[in-house]
């Protein structure tokens, strides 16, 4: 009988459940709720066009999971303390990246692979 680490059925799960990209985009989200985040500045962490991030982003806005804002002419978002399954999200991704006092940059490519 072989043996599965966590490590291995939680990206499994995440891969499952989500796509690189969106993956990439709840990790982050969802591990720094407190904090906004650039278009620009989500698709040069994640390493993904413009495009991808983009479409994600607007998935995500419209299913009510991330809030977009503006200031000025910029456009920010962020995880959505408003969003019925905000609680489990957080705990998911929690779940799937380790520690929270870990920096989620630090973490994220080797949850990607």
Known sequence: MSTISLKSI???LASALFGKTRRYLLLLLFNQVEQSFYLREVARE???GLGAVQRELAGLVQAGIVRR???GNQVLFQADPDCPVFAELRNLMA????????????RLPEQLL
């Open 10 to 12: 939680d990206n499994k």
């Open 95 to 106: 779940g799937m990246t380790g520690p929270k006092s870990e920096p989620v940059q630090e």
């Open 69 to 71: 804002s503006v200031r």
């Open 46 to 48: 994640a390493g993904t």
